[in-house]
């Protein structure tokens, strides 16, 4: 049984800062693509971020690189988002995703590619 938990998501003013955190079990963490994504209202889900397990690479949106750091603690099956400089545009429902072996063969930011999702963690940034 796959299953993926977020927290850390809140209420914060516009250049703050906020760190997400998915703990993920019932598959072999080590041996996936992790994503983080996101829904505004009205919007559609969005990829934000994105590290590949095995090796810690990763990967980025445009609008967030530079101000959001993903990275993982394999040992406790967890990645987080090192959300800063938040602005107002940056808010929405946050989503933990893997996608487990055989790879999705797609760009790491492709929400199609990810077959399991967490149940969402709400940020807003007000300005």
């Known amino acids: 049984q796959v299953e993926l938990v977020e927290y850390g998501g809140g209420s914060v003013q516009a250049g703050g800062s906020l760190r997400l955190s998915c703990t993920a079990s019932?598959?072999?963490?080590?041996?996936?693509?992790m994503g983080w994504f996101r829904q505004a209202p009205g919007k559609e889900r969005e990829g934000v971020a994105a590290i590949y397990s095995t090796i810690g690479a990763t990967y980025y949106d445009d609008s967030v690189r530079g101000r959001f750091t993903i990275s993982q603690d394999n040992a406790k099956n967890t990645v987080y988002l090192q959300m800063n400089s938040l602005k107002p545009e940056d808010s929405g429902m946050y989503y933990c995703a893997a996608d487990l072996p055989p790879y999705g063969l797609s760009w790491a930011l492709d929400r199609a590619r990810y077959n399991y999702w967490g149940q969402g963690t709400q940020v807003t940034v007000s300005s």
């Open positions: 019932g598959y072999a963490y080590s041996n996936s693509f």
